[in-house]
T-cell receptor
Framework: ETGVTQTPRHLVMGMTNKKSLKCEQHLGHNAMYWYKQSAKKPLELMFVYNFKEQTENNSVPSRFSPECPNSSHLFLHLHTLQPEDSALYLC????????????FGQGTRLTVV | GDSVTQMEGPVTLSEEAFLTINCTYTATGYPSLFWYVQYPGEGLQLLLKATKADDKGSNKGFEATYRKETTSFHLEKGSVQVSDSAVYFCALSDPTGAGGTSYGKLTFGQGTILTVHP
Protein backbone atom coordinates (compact mmCIF):
# COMPACT_ATOMS: atom_id res chain seq x y z
CA GLU A 1 0.00 0.00 0.00
CA THR A 2 1.72 3.15 -1.23
CA GLY A 3 -0.97 5.68 -0.32
CA VAL A 4 -1.90 6.19 -3.97
CA THR A 5 -5.10 4.49 -5.13
CA GLN A 6 -6.21 4.09 -8.72
CA THR A 7 -9.61 3.00 -10.01
CA PRO A 8 -10.61 1.01 -11.89
CA ARG A 9 -7.83 -1.60 -11.93
CA HIS A 10 -8.97 -2.87 -15.32
CA LEU A 11 -10.95 -1.19 -18.08
CA VAL A 12 -12.08 -2.36 -21.51
CA MET A 13 -13.55 0.30 -23.76
CA GLY A 14 -14.57 0.71 -27.36
CA MET A 15 -13.07 3.35 -29.60
CA THR A 16 -16.22 5.48 -29.42
CA ASN A 17 -16.62 5.29 -25.65
CA LYS A 18 -15.86 7.96 -23.07
CA LYS A 19 -14.39 6.85 -19.76
CA SER A 20 -12.36 8.29 -16.90
CA LEU A 21 -9.50 6.98 -14.77
CA LYS A 22 -9.30 8.14 -11.18
CA CYS A 23 -6.34 8.58 -8.86
CA GLU A 24 -6.40 9.57 -5.20
CA GLN A 25 -3.47 10.10 -2.86
CA HIS A 26 -3.56 10.23 0.93
CA LEU A 27 0.01 11.42 1.44
CA GLY A 28 -0.45 15.18 1.56
CA HIS A 29 1.59 15.59 -1.61
CA ASN A 30 1.25 18.58 -3.91
CA ALA A 31 2.41 17.10 -7.22
CA MET A 32 0.66 14.36 -9.21
CA TYR A 33 1.56 12.62 -12.44
CA TRP A 34 0.18 10.37 -15.15
CA TYR A 35 2.54 7.85 -16.75
CA LYS A 36 1.86 5.40 -19.59
CA GLN A 37 3.50 1.98 -19.56
CA SER A 38 3.34 0.11 -22.86
CA ALA A 39 4.86 -3.24 -23.67
CA LYS A 40 8.53 -3.05 -24.64
CA LYS A 41 8.76 0.73 -24.08
CA PRO A 42 10.05 2.81 -21.16
CA LEU A 43 7.54 4.50 -18.92
CA GLU A 44 6.35 7.69 -20.58
CA LEU A 45 5.48 10.78 -18.55
CA MET A 46 2.19 12.19 -19.81
CA PHE A 47 1.13 15.01 -17.49
CA VAL A 48 2.39 16.78 -14.38
CA TYR A 49 0.25 18.76 -11.95
CA ASN A 50 1.71 20.89 -9.19
CA PHE A 51 -0.66 22.55 -6.69
CA LYS A 52 -3.52 21.70 -9.06
CA GLU A 53 -1.89 23.50 -11.98
CA GLN A 54 -0.74 21.59 -15.04
CA THR A 55 3.00 22.20 -15.40
CA GLU A 56 3.76 19.71 -18.15
CA ASN A 57 2.00 18.12 -21.07
CA ASN A 58 4.43 15.76 -22.74
CA SER A 59 2.97 16.06 -26.27
CA VAL A 60 0.01 13.90 -25.36
CA PRO A 61 -2.85 13.63 -27.93
CA SER A 62 -5.98 15.56 -27.07
CA ARG A 63 -8.02 12.35 -26.75
CA PHE A 64 -6.42 12.20 -23.29
CA SER A 65 -7.69 15.00 -21.05
CA PRO A 66 -6.42 15.35 -17.47
CA GLU A 67 -8.21 17.05 -14.61
CA CYS A 68 -6.92 17.90 -11.15
CA PRO A 69 -9.70 19.37 -8.97
CA ASN A 70 -7.52 19.40 -5.84
CA SER A 71 -4.12 18.21 -4.71
CA SER A 72 -5.47 14.81 -3.66
CA HIS A 73 -7.32 13.81 -6.82
CA LEU A 74 -6.32 13.38 -10.43
CA PHE A 75 -8.42 12.17 -13.34
CA LEU A 76 -7.65 11.13 -16.88
CA HIS A 77 -10.63 11.49 -19.21
CA LEU A 78 -10.54 9.27 -22.26
CA HIS A 79 -12.46 9.63 -25.52
CA THR A 80 -12.17 8.22 -29.04
CA LEU A 81 -9.12 6.18 -28.16
CA GLN A 82 -7.20 3.93 -30.51
CA PRO A 83 -6.16 0.29 -29.96
CA GLU A 84 -2.52 1.46 -29.64
CA ASP A 85 -3.56 3.40 -26.53
CA SER A 86 -3.98 0.08 -24.72
CA ALA A 87 -1.47 0.14 -21.86
CA LEU A 88 -1.03 0.32 -18.10
CA TYR A 89 -1.70 3.88 -16.90
CA LEU A 90 0.10 4.74 -13.71
CA CYS A 91 -0.59 7.62 -11.37
CA UNK A 92 2.08 8.95 -9.02
CA UNK A 93 2.48 11.70 -6.46
CA UNK A 94 5.37 13.47 -4.77
CA UNK A 95 6.08 16.38 -2.47
CA UNK A 96 6.52 19.69 -4.24
CA UNK A 97 10.29 19.86 -4.09
CA UNK A 98 13.13 18.71 -6.25
CA UNK A 99 14.94 15.43 -5.91
CA UNK A 100 12.14 13.60 -4.21
CA UNK A 101 10.83 10.16 -5.03
CA UNK A 102 7.43 9.50 -6.52
CA UNK A 103 4.89 7.12 -5.00
CA PHE A 104 2.95 5.09 -7.54
CA GLY A 105 -0.51 3.60 -7.63
CA GLN A 106 -1.12 0.06 -8.86
CA GLY A 107 -2.22 1.28 -12.26
CA THR A 108 -5.24 0.86 -14.53
CA ARG A 109 -4.87 -1.78 -17.24
CA LEU A 110 -6.67 -0.25 -20.23
CA THR A 111 -7.68 -2.25 -23.28
CA VAL A 112 -9.17 -0.43 -26.27
CA VAL A 113 -11.17 -2.67 -28.62
CA GLY B 1 17.89 15.65 -22.81
CA ASP B 2 18.02 13.29 -19.88
CA SER B 3 18.12 9.56 -20.52
CA VAL B 4 18.61 6.27 -18.70
CA THR B 5 19.96 3.09 -20.27
CA GLN B 6 19.54 -0.26 -18.57
CA MET B 7 21.02 -3.62 -19.26
CA GLU B 8 18.91 -5.66 -21.64
CA GLY B 9 16.93 -8.47 -20.13
CA PRO B 10 15.47 -10.79 -19.31
CA VAL B 11 17.83 -11.98 -16.59
CA THR B 12 17.36 -15.51 -15.27
CA LEU B 13 19.18 -16.68 -12.14
CA SER B 14 19.11 -19.52 -9.67
CA GLU B 15 18.27 -18.80 -6.05
CA GLU B 16 21.25 -17.49 -4.03
CA ALA B 17 23.09 -16.29 -7.16
CA PHE B 18 24.70 -12.83 -7.35
CA LEU B 19 22.75 -10.17 -9.23
CA THR B 20 23.98 -7.15 -11.17
CA ILE B 21 21.73 -4.99 -13.33
CA ASN B 22 23.64 -2.23 -15.09
CA CYS B 23 22.32 1.31 -15.40
CA THR B 24 23.95 4.36 -16.96
CA TYR B 25 22.51 7.83 -17.37
CA THR B 26 22.93 11.17 -19.08
CA ALA B 27 21.72 14.36 -17.43
CA THR B 28 22.33 18.08 -17.71
CA GLY B 29 22.62 18.74 -13.99
CA TYR B 30 23.10 16.81 -10.77
CA PRO B 31 20.33 14.23 -10.72
CA SER B 32 19.03 12.01 -8.00
CA LEU B 33 19.03 8.34 -8.97
CA PHE B 34 16.49 5.66 -8.13
CA TRP B 35 15.74 1.99 -8.54
CA TYR B 36 12.08 1.02 -8.67
CA VAL B 37 10.67 -2.51 -8.63
CA GLN B 38 7.42 -3.70 -10.19
CA TYR B 39 6.01 -7.04 -9.06
CA PRO B 40 3.51 -8.85 -11.34
CA GLY B 41 0.19 -7.03 -11.53
CA GLU B 42 1.39 -4.16 -9.35
CA GLY B 43 2.51 -0.57 -9.70
CA LEU B 44 6.06 0.63 -9.11
CA GLN B 45 7.62 0.69 -5.66
CA LEU B 46 10.73 2.62 -4.72
CA LEU B 47 13.53 0.16 -3.91
CA LEU B 48 16.40 2.55 -3.14
CA LYS B 49 17.78 5.96 -4.02
CA ALA B 50 20.93 8.10 -3.95
CA THR B 51 20.95 11.87 -4.17
CA LYS B 52 24.61 12.75 -4.71
CA ALA B 53 27.87 11.33 -6.01
CA ASP B 54 29.34 8.40 -4.03
CA ASP B 55 26.12 7.89 -2.07
CA LYS B 56 25.11 4.26 -1.66
CA GLY B 57 21.43 3.40 -1.57
CA SER B 58 20.42 0.12 0.03
CA ASN B 59 17.25 -1.77 0.88
CA LYS B 60 16.20 -5.43 1.27
CA GLY B 61 19.73 -6.61 0.49
CA PHE B 62 19.93 -4.56 -2.73
CA GLU B 63 22.60 -1.89 -3.15
CA ALA B 64 23.56 0.71 -5.75
CA THR B 65 26.30 3.35 -5.67
CA TYR B 66 26.03 6.72 -7.44
CA ARG B 67 29.15 6.90 -9.64
CA LYS B 68 29.44 10.34 -11.22
CA GLU B 69 32.71 9.58 -13.01
CA THR B 70 31.13 6.69 -14.92
CA THR B 71 27.55 8.08 -14.84
CA SER B 72 26.35 4.75 -13.49
CA PHE B 73 24.05 3.39 -10.80
CA HIS B 74 24.31 -0.40 -11.05
CA LEU B 75 21.98 -2.52 -8.90
CA GLU B 76 23.49 -5.45 -6.98
CA LYS B 77 22.36 -8.15 -4.60
CA GLY B 78 24.58 -10.82 -3.15
CA SER B 79 22.02 -13.63 -2.94
CA VAL B 80 18.71 -13.43 -4.80
CA GLN B 81 15.50 -15.14 -3.78
CA VAL B 82 12.55 -16.39 -5.82
CA SER B 83 10.52 -13.53 -4.34
CA ASP B 84 12.87 -11.03 -6.05
CA SER B 85 11.41 -11.98 -9.43
CA ALA B 86 10.06 -8.71 -10.83
CA VAL B 87 10.81 -5.91 -13.29
CA TYR B 88 13.48 -3.44 -12.14
CA PHE B 89 13.58 0.17 -13.37
CA CYS B 90 16.43 2.62 -13.06
CA ALA B 91 15.33 6.26 -13.02
CA LEU B 92 16.64 9.77 -12.52
CA SER B 93 15.21 13.08 -11.38
CA ASP B 94 17.12 16.08 -12.70
CA PRO B 95 16.26 19.44 -11.13
CA THR B 96 18.09 21.32 -13.84
CA GLY B 97 16.37 19.60 -16.73
CA ALA B 98 13.85 21.17 -19.09
CA GLY B 99 11.59 23.60 -17.32
CA GLY B 100 14.10 24.34 -14.59
CA THR B 101 12.34 22.38 -11.87
CA SER B 102 11.53 18.72 -11.91
CA TYR B 103 8.79 18.62 -9.27
CA GLY B 104 9.92 15.05 -8.78
CA LYS B 105 9.25 13.90 -12.33
CA LEU B 106 11.30 10.91 -13.35
CA THR B 107 13.03 9.66 -16.49
CA PHE B 108 12.99 5.86 -16.61
CA GLY B 109 15.07 3.19 -18.24
CA GLN B 110 13.29 0.49 -20.21
CA GLY B 111 13.16 -1.99 -17.33
CA THR B 112 14.89 -5.32 -16.77
CA ILE B 113 12.88 -8.48 -16.15
CA LEU B 114 14.43 -10.67 -13.45
CA THR B 115 13.33 -14.29 -12.97
CA VAL B 116 14.78 -16.30 -10.10
CA HIS B 117 14.35 -20.09 -10.10
CA PRO B 118 14.45 -22.31 -7.00
Amino acid sequence: ETGVTQTPRHLVMGMTNKKSLKCEQHLGHNAMYWYKQSAKKPLELMFVYNFKEQTENNSVPSRFSPECPNSSHLFLHLHTLQPEDSALYLCASSQDSVNTEAFFGQGTRLTVV
Amino acid sequence: GDSVTQMEGPVTLSEEAFLTINCTYTATGYPSLFWYVQYPGEGLQLLLKATKADDKGSNKGFEATYRKETTSFHLEKGSVQVSDSAVYFCALSDPTGAGGTSYGKLTFGQGTILTVHP
